[in-house]
């Protein structure tokens, strides 16, 4: 039972975690440290996506169909050399019992599977040895935090911080947040609640911001613009702040934030913001966790559709 969810962009997103995780791995293993995974929303290990084949070029009728790929469980279960421990998270009982599966497929390997809320089940493994050694052990592990919506919470962020022992990949939520957040704060209302949770209560200083600068009432072309198209550029400028603002708020708490790697469901579409935030102070680790952010923001950032590559 595969899960069915996301579209292309699942996978730019999936490849750039890969590829951190395997230079993680990479680093780590020559030094015999105790490598850990840890997917908060793990899903089922797998999951469908649709894919139209056939047409003009290929001398066939369109059709579409449903592939079954690796989700990030999955692919972190195929890194070579192989991480030593997997803990994989998910709240629903039938995707926890595909991954339960995942045991008899990768019989070398130290998996334990936990159904429950990703906040909750955390805030548990965190608190418990390795990771309460404060950096002091040869574990070390990465978290890949891939939440459906705003489920992440920000006292989990600020938990997994304090092991200095781990490094949190986030699908940050941009659009999701973005649109709690009304024009006036007077009209948040009781969505207050829900940006409590996911920010911290320090969400309301996006308030005191500068306002973003006006967009432009012509194009290049001297065409005047839509109200329409003002207010998308606005609200794009708009998301550039709530972005470096939460960089900002993470590098409160961790050594070392990257720059997010933005994930567009749909051309010019941003939907989520990818960021790494590094626990372990160590200028080694800081160092090289710098150099594989840059080459997966390089490799993987959204290009003109001109220049993109049609490989998939």
């Known amino acids: 039972m595969a899960h069915k969810y996301g579209g292309p962009w699942s996978e730019v997103k999936l490849d750039a975690i890969q590829y951190y995780l395997q230079c993680f791995t990479n680093a780590l293993s020559p030094r015999n440290m105790e490598t850990w995974y840890i997917d908060a929303f793990a899903g089922s290990g797998d999951r469908e996506a649709e894919r139209e084949i056939g047409g003009l070029l290929a001398g066939t009728p369109i059709e579409t169909i449903i592939e079954t790929l690796d989700g990030s469980a999955r692919r972190a279960l195929k890194i070579i050399p192989p991480y030593r421990h997997f803990i994989f998270v998910e709240m629903d009982k039938e995707r926890s019992s595909e991954l339960l599966k995942l045991k008899a497929e990768f019989p070398g390997c130290d998996i334990q599977v936990r159904q ?17 050694l404060q950096g002091a052990s040869m574990h070390r592990g990465v978290v890949f935090l891939d939440p459906y919506s705003l489920q992440v919470e920000w006292k989990t962020l600020q938990a997994i911080a304090r092991t200095k022992s781990i490094d949190v990949w986030y699908l940050f939520p941009i659009r999701d947040v973005t649109r709690q957040l009304a024009h006036k704060i007077s009209g948040i209302g009781p969505k207050s609640d829900t940006l409590d949770r996911v920010l911290g209560p ?11 600068a006006p967009a432009a009432q012509n194009d290049l072309f001297g065409a005047v613009q839509s109200d329409e198209e003002k207010e998308e550029l606005r609200r794009v400028e708009k998301w550039q702040q709530i972005e470096a603002w939460f960089k900002k708020r993470l590098e409160d708490e961790f050594a070392f934030v990257s720059d997010p790697l933005p994930i567009l469901v749909r051309q010019n579409r941003q939907a989520f913001s990818l960021f790494l935030a590094v626990g372990n102070p160590k200028k080694a680790a800081v160092d090289l966790a710098k150099q594989f952010a840059r080459y997966v923001n390089k490799r993987f950032a959204p290009q003109p559709a001109s220049r993109r590559k049609f490989d998939r």
């Open 116 to 132: 429950g809320d990703a906040n909750a089940e955390l805030a548990d493994i965190v608190s418990r040895p390795p990771w309460t």
């Open 202 to 212: 320090e969400w309301r200083e996006l308030y005191s911001l500068p306002p973003p």
